[in-house]
Nanobody, 119 residues
Framework: QVRPVESGGGLVQAGGSLRLSCAAS????????MVWYRQAPGGKQRDWVA????????NYKDSVKGRFTISRDNAKNLVYLQMNNLKPEDTAAYFC????????????WGQGTQVTVSS
């Protein structure tokens, strides 16, 4: 399977913004709900951040509500994560994936994109 490609990460000061992109294969992207996850430095697992369904419905982790916006471009197989008012605790590697009907990620994992927020 083709791995997704995440991009757009970087080093920003607290209060800054970044826009992440995820390019996924059509077989993974097209029929599925897409999700952004993040893994903090030293973290053992990837934590859910935000979800977007094929119809555009969204859901967010409480700590990012009002600051992050997930969206998708169905014509280009792209998922975005607009991150505003970034905080040091948002520092993590960010990954995207598709989820099945049980809410579990099932596609291949990409390399992720690193977001570092300085205080």
């Amino acid at each position: 399977q083709v791995r997704p490609v995440e991009s757009g990460g970087g080093l920003v000061q607290a209060g800054g913004s970044l826009r992440l992109s995820c390019a996924a294969s059509e077989s993974i992207f097209s029929p599925n709900t897409m999700v952004w996850y993040r893994q903090a430095p030293g973290g053992k697992q990837r934590d859910w951040v935000a979800t977007v369904t094929t119809g555009g419905a969204t859901n967010y982790k409480d700590s990012v509500k009002g600051r992050f916006t997930i969206s998708r471009d169905n014509a280009k197989n792209l998922v975005y994560l607009q991150m505003n008012n970034l905080k040091p605790e948002d520092t993590a590697a960010y990954f995207c994936n598709a989820i099945n009907h049980r809410g579990s990620p099932f596609g291949p994992w990409g390399q992720g994109t690193q977001v570092t927020v300085s205080s």
